[in-house]
């Protein structure tokens, strides 16, 4: 029996958007070290065929198969929209604001989009296991929630830093039946090096990354690499956030959004939510403001160089055209583990290098101090990811303190922080 209404399931798209074809210009190719184009077929040693056609597909739209729509919809999809007047009220701001709250969803956040979607094409392919790296533990739980779904067996290298902080993030990933290992860890040839350099090694989501690869490579062919960021095929499938939010939005006749933040890390939750807007052409000749924010520790958008860089710190991984601090740039060890990575999505990059999507960086303390508001006065208290988003929310709404116009901001809540309570002990 069917219980879910129909408007409802109407809102979860059929289709991805791919924003490859509306970049304002084209995308620069995958490379070997030697500067010669990674051929689309190399790629499959890492990852299914579907997912590499994925990758570098053309096609503006990408149809969603069916048993991964109805697993979306089981998971919780569409999430809510929801405005937070509180906030609105304890800002005195006359703009009003408009979260798309992701943290509903099982794991907690937005991973679990492109989770479902890649073990679907792995399990499809007939790959037994998969490989994967970890920041704060977000990706690697919906990874580990998705394998237990599609029957594929999952190993997580989660950063040493995140998991001594997040014990409770492990111990979800092992409740859904994955292997996690710290990393650097004593399962890989990158982390024995990098342990017997520094046994006290904080790691990086780079270094997890490599051992994740250096893990596939090795296994003979019996397992498949899956990434949570970057690549155009992950961020293909968060655009589910966005494409519901249109029609939500048109659900409640709002006609115009006048900024679309989110926070980077990689950028997929970013990307979620903005480039279905971005290819819709939202408001017309006016577009919204998009706003991309990240830590002022690992500035990859507002102090990294747009160049070719390796996607992880071995340079196992084809070089990317990306904003890089950095391949073997080593963060501090913040408790927004999701945002620690050296680059950022080449999509993302053109964005930004073309002035299409503004980049911000934020202190710890201060974007902490605003999750917690945010809880105070709206109930939900963010992961340390999403804070930073919700701090430049407040920056904006407050500049729109006595003003005339009603500007709408809409940002991603793409995390709660419910296993993230060690971060904010030290505020509160």
Same mark, same amino acid.
């Given at each position: 029996?069917?219980?879910?209404?129909?408007?409802?399931?109407?809102?979860?798209?059929?289709?991805?958007?791919?924003?490859?074809?509306?970049?304002?210009?084209?995308?620069?190719?995958?490379?070997?070290?030697?500067?010669?184009?990674?051929?689309?077929?190399?790629?499959?040693?890492?990852?299914?065929?579907?997912?590499?056609?994925?990758?570098?597909?053309?096609?503006?739209?990408?149809?969603?198969?069916?048993?991964?729509?109805?697993?979306?919809?089981?998971?919780?999809?569409?999430?809510?929209?929801?405005?937070?007047?509180?906030?609105?009220?304890?800002?005195?701001?006359?703009?009003?604001?408009?979260?798309?709250?992701?943290?509903?969803?099982?794991?907690?956040?937005?991973?679990?989009?492109?989770?479902?979607?890649?073990?679907?094409?792995?399990?499809?392919? #007939? +790959?037994? *296991? &998969?490989?994967?790296?970890? @920041?704060?533990?977000?990706? /690697? !739980?919906?990874?580990?929630?998705?394998?237990?779904?599609?029957?594929?067996?999952?190993?997580?290298?989660?950063?040493?830093?995140?998991?001594?902080?997040?014990?409770?993030?492990?111990?979800?990933?092992?409740?859904?039946?994955?292997?996690?290992?710290?990393?650097?860890?004593?399962?890989?040839?990158?982390?024995?090096?990098?342990?017997?350099?520094?046994?006290?090694?904080?790691?990086?989501?780079?270094?997890?990354?490599?051992?994740?690869?250096?893990?596939?490579?090795?296994?003979?062919?019996?397992?498949?690499?899956?990434?949570?960021?970057?690549?155009?095929?992950?961020?293909?499938?968060?655009?589910?956030?966005?494409?519901?939010?249109?029609?939500?939005?048109?659900?409640? #006749? +709002?006609? *115009? &959004?006048?900024?679309?933040? @989110?926070?980077?890390?990689? /950028? !997929?939750?970013?990307?979620?939510?903005?480039?279905?807007?971005?290819?819709?052409?939202?408001?017309?000749?006016?577009?919204?403001?998009?706003?991309?924010?990240?830590?002022?520790?690992?500035?990859?958008?507002?102090?990294?160089?747009?160049?070719?860089?390796?996607?992880?710190?071995?340079?196992?991984?084809?070089?990317?055209?990306?904003?890089?601090?950095?391949?073997?740039?080593?963060?501090?060890?913040?408790?927004?583990?999701?945002?620690?990575?050296?680059?950022?999505?080449?999509?993302?990059?053109?964005?930004?290098?073309?002035?299409?999507?503004?980049?911000?960086?934020?202190?710890?303390?201060?974007?902490?101090?605003?999750?917690?508001?945010?809880?105070?006065?709206?109930?939900?208290?963010?992961?340390?990811?999403?804070?930073?988003?919700?701090?430049?929310?407040?920056?904006?709404?407050?500049?729109?303190?006595?003003?005339?116009?009603?500007?709408?901001?809409?940002?991603?809540?793409?995390?709660?922080?419910?296993?993230?309570?060690?971060?904010?002990?030290?505020?509160?």
């Amino acid at each position: 029996m069917e219980l879910r209404s129909p408007q409802t399931r109407d809102i979860v798209p059929s289709y991805w958007y791919n924003i490859t074809p509306d970049l304002p210009e084209q995308l620069p190719p995958m490379l070997h070290p030697d500067g010669s184009p990674v051929d689309k077929r190399e790629l499959e040693a890492l990852f299914p065929r579907s997912l590499v056609e994925q990758e570098f597909t053309t096609q503006r739209h990408v149809e969603i198969p069916g048993e991964v729509v109805e697993t979306l919809l089981m998971l919780g999809r569409p999430t809510p929209l929801i405005r937070a007047r509180r906030l609105e009220e304890a800002l005195k701001t006359n703009a009003v604001i408009l979260f798309k709250y992701e943290g509903v969803m099982p794991t907690g956040s937005h991973k679990v989009n492109t989770a479902v979607a890649q073990a679907y094409y792995n399990a499809a392919e #007939g +790959v037994e *296991r &998969v490989s994967t790296e970890t @920041g704060a533990g977000q990706w /690697g !739980s919906a990874l580990s929630l998705a394998g237990s779904l599609f029957g594929l067996k999952v190993r997580v290298f989660m950063v040493r830093a995140s998991y001594l902080q997040k014990p409770y993030r492990r111990i979800l990933m092992e409740s859904y039946g994955a292997e996690v290992y710290p990393s650097p860890s004593d399962r890989t040839n990158t982390g024995r090096r990098l342990l017997a350099e520094n046994p006290d090694h904080p790691g990086s989501l780079g270094i997890a990354i490599s051992e994740a690869i250096e893990d596939v490579v090795s296994s003979g062919g019996k397992a498949k690499y899956s990434l949570g960021s970057v690549l155009n095929h992950v961020l293909l499938h968060q655009t589910v956030i966005g494409l519901e939010a249109l029609k939500q939005l048109e659900m409640l #006749g +709002v006609d *115009r &959004v006048d900024y679309i933040v @989110g926070c980077v890390g990689g /950028g !997929s939750n970013f990307a979620g939510l903005s480039y279905p807007f971005i290819g819709h052409r939202y408001n017309d000749g006016d577009p919204p403001v998009f706003i991309a924010v990240e830590p002022e520790t690992v500035p990859s958008m507002t102090r990294g160089e747009y160049r070719y860089d390796y996607g992880d710190t071995a340079g196992l991984t084809p070089l990317l055209k990306m904003h890089t601090l950095g391949h073997d740039y080593i963060p501090p060890p913040i408790y927004a583990g999701g945002l620690r990575y050296h680059g950022v999505a080449p999509s993302l990059s053109i964005l930004v290098k073309n002035g299409l999507v503004k980049p911000v960086a934020y202190g710890e303390s201060e974007v902490l101090e605003a999750g917690l508001l945010f809880a105070r006065t709206q109930g939900i208290l963010p992961a340390p990811e999403s804070s930073h988003a919700v701090k430049a929310v407040i920056d904006i709404a407050l500049k729109h303190r006595g003003s005339s116009r009603r500007p709408v901001i809409l940002f991603n809540l793409s995390g709660h922080g419910l296993l993230d309570l060690s971060a904010y002990s030290r505020t509160s």
